[in-house]
């Protein structure tokens, strides 16, 4: 499983006055407790803290200066990524890019010069898909733009957009169902992530939510996920759901051997 | 039309593993063994990177095994001495390495005492400058006395003792950081044990990087097919990057073929079953010719026409 650690993120307020202070303790703490969580990516956010390029490329060498884990770089406009992409010195992973034409257009051929990979989220000019087959339609349009730049499909990690399960129950159905799809485009098949926590927005048993439903996607073919990489209930669930798929070998200690 | 491009790409690669030290490194050997390193599944050469041979070790013990006449004979009467034994597998079996095997420590065989076991690894670390392979009789509670003081004579040398066990990897690691030497892990033909006791290696501090496994081996036509499978499987798992399960493999095939009856019986057990001569040398040799393929990359072979085809088979393949 592609772990992205969700923590280095201007939506937590220690983050968002780190970055805003210059406080690079902060964001090298976060780094360093997601990559001993043994987190793949390191998400890194700026969210309303700043718009500078420049405060982009601080927390990436912040991260880069505590840890070698790759970075994720958590921003869709091309005049951030162009400054961010060549600070980072493991490929980074890109999120995001929506299916719409001209976020395709502008973003792919950046990732592709960069050897990066990006999430693509299944969502296009007319918005966020109601259904499967929307959710498909649009997967397809990512997969076919990506290849078209140059991009082999290990490179691309597709998002079915999960939605909150309080307030729109039916979608959780329709995105298992079209998940289940994206895998059959090719052989390598392309990666699937989500960002997890929306599907218990608002909700009560918020950690439960959350495990019950990454299961059900991982049955459906999920191999990436954005979450609290600490969770360490989460993280054993994802270690045995894999183990359940075949995806990996049995051991007695397999949940000590993760963290050794 | 496009041919399409059918190479596997695999994202991990096998541990590479070198056994034996030079002078310069702390030990007496003459050259090192190196093995591991592949890229991909045996003998694909066009798919990924092969970077070192499987090599074969010339089985040795220190008593004369319980074998049939045929296979004593084709090994000539150096059999008698460990030492000869061994000089003859390297000068004219033209074997890699010396897997060294204190049989006779068993307490159902000779029971010889642990310094009777490490003056024989002395002796043989003398006679070759080649690197060596180390086991204890089999015999986990004598082995518990025997391989500390085997490995103990042979400090330095980057000797690889076998085997760590779920019951005793505790005493292997000891030894071998104390003395400086690589790890054989045992599992009975269980992939799910395999990886075990290579957790509980980790666990207890050693580093991965210098462990071989052993899923123990099954003759031709006595659970062959199980362990070819369990290797296989072992070796993808490794390419696919658990590194939990990417180590290079070993194999004892003269030990286990030479207990089997197909093996051992001659024409007036089996009649119709051909010369025991030829038949028992080609058990060996496609027992062995069979775990190439399933990504074994150390064989611990015996009968010299047996270790001449396989030699032949890996250079032709390489």
Redesign the interface.
Known sequence: MILIGERVNAGFKDVKNAIVNKDGDVIKKWARIQADAKATYIDVNLGTASNKPEDLCWMIEMVQEEVDTPISIDNNKSLMLKEALPACKKPPLVNSTTATEEKMNELFPLVAEHNASIIGLVMDESGSPANADKRVENAAKLFEKAVEFGLSPEQLFIDPIIMPLKFMQEQSLEILKATSQFKLFSD?PCHIVCGLSNVSNGAKYKRLINRTFLTMLITSGLDAAILDVTDKEMIDTILTAELIMNK???????L??FR? | MEIPDVKE?WTGAINEVTIGALKEEGGTRAKTITVGGNKTLPFLTFEGELPHKPVIAGFVADTIPDWPDVVKDAIGKEINSPVEWAQKNIEEFGVDLINLKMLGADPNVNDASPADCAKVVEDVLKAVDVPIILWGSGDDEKDNAVLPECSQAAKGENCLIGSAKETNYMTIVAICKADKHKIIAEAPVD???G??V???L??AGYVLKDVVMYQTTGALGYGFDYVYTILE?CRI?GLKG?K??AMPQICDVAGETYRVKEAVADEDILPGWGSLAKRGTMWEAVCAGGYLQAGADILIMAHPEAIKTIQTMINGLM
């Open positions: 390598p990996t070998i049995y051991a007695d200690s397999y000590e051997a050794m | 790409k992939i799910n044990i990886k075990q290579n957790i509980l980790q666990d499987r798992a658990d939990l399960m």
